[in-house]
């Protein structure tokens, strides 16, 4: 068990409605990250968060937002769903920026189905 | 620009005989490398990491990786195989000061056999 927690493990929706996928890092930790998973495009990075503030962007749609909150819990939002966002949602945290350690750890995952 | 690419998209090999994942890199600068395992159905979890230091690291559950500049390659080993490795292994490339933006290769599925 990495301590990090993610809700729901499971979500099966439409297209063109919107979700929200919530991480818990582990204790202590600040920075926050949220990765894709998808059969074609492998595991991409989306957004870092650090202590509230985002830190990093990557390839994340103009569709999804995110955010960390004072308690350090983040919130991935999806938005105007389509077929291709089927995916599992990773959340990792670190203590610190993670930098050139690569000392993510990771929730077991989210999974979107968008129908 | 970062970029990692795993040799080969499933390795299958027996019970008690070595593990060899390949994975070659391209980075413009000093690179922080690691392995990344993950479960059927779990997260991915370190397998061991690369930071400039000893180029033979050693990981988690026997699994050992060599940092070799000249051939650009961090291939991961195991001398014998268990059944518990059965998994999709992650090589991983990341630049110091690029906080968690990990650029993942696109795995190696390990099968196992008894």
């Known amino acids: 068990d990495s301590g990090v927690t993610q809700t729901p493990k499971h979500l099966i929706t439409a297209t063109g409605q919107r979700v929200t996928l919530r991480c818990s890092p582990r204790?202590?930790?600040?920075?926050v990250y949220w990765y894709q998973q998808s059969l074609d495009q492998g595991l991409q990075f989306l957004i870092q968060?650090?202590?509230?503030?985002?830190?990093a962007k990557g390839n994340i749609l103009e569709r999804f937002s995110a955010q960390q909150f004072p308690d350090l819990h983040s919130e991935l939002n999806l938005s105007s769903l389509e077929l291709g966002d089927s995916a599992l949602y990773f959340c990792?945290?670190?203590?610190?920026?993670?930098?050139?350690?690569?000392?993510?750890?990771f929730g077991e995952g989210s999974r979107l189905t968008v129908l | 620009a970062q970029s990692v690419t795993q040799l080969d998209s499933h390795v299958s090999v027996s019970e008690g005989t070595p593990v060899l994942l390949r994975c070659n890199y391209s980075?413009?600068?000093?690179?922080?490398l690691f392995w990344y395992v993950q479960h059927p159905n779990k997260g991915l979890q370190l397998l061991l990491k690369y930071t400039s230091a000893a180029t033979l690291v050693k990981g988690i559950n026997g699994f050992e990786a060599e940092f070799k500049k000249s051939e650009t390659s961090f291939h991961l080993t195991k001398p014998s195989a268990h059944m518990s490795d059965a998994a999709e292994y992650f090589c991983?490339?990341?630049?110091?000061?690029?906080?968690?933006?990990?650029?993942f290769g696109q795995g190696t599925e390990l099968s196992v056999k008894p």
């Open positions: 991983v490339v990341s630049r110091y000061n690029q906080g968690g933006k990990l650029i």
């Open positions: 990792a945290s670190s203590e610190v920026l993670a930098g050139g350690t690569g000392e993510l750890f």
């Open positions: 204790s202590g930790d600040l920075s």
């Open positions: 968060y650090y202590n509230g503030e985002e830190r």
């Open positions: 980075s413009s600068y000093s690179p922080s």
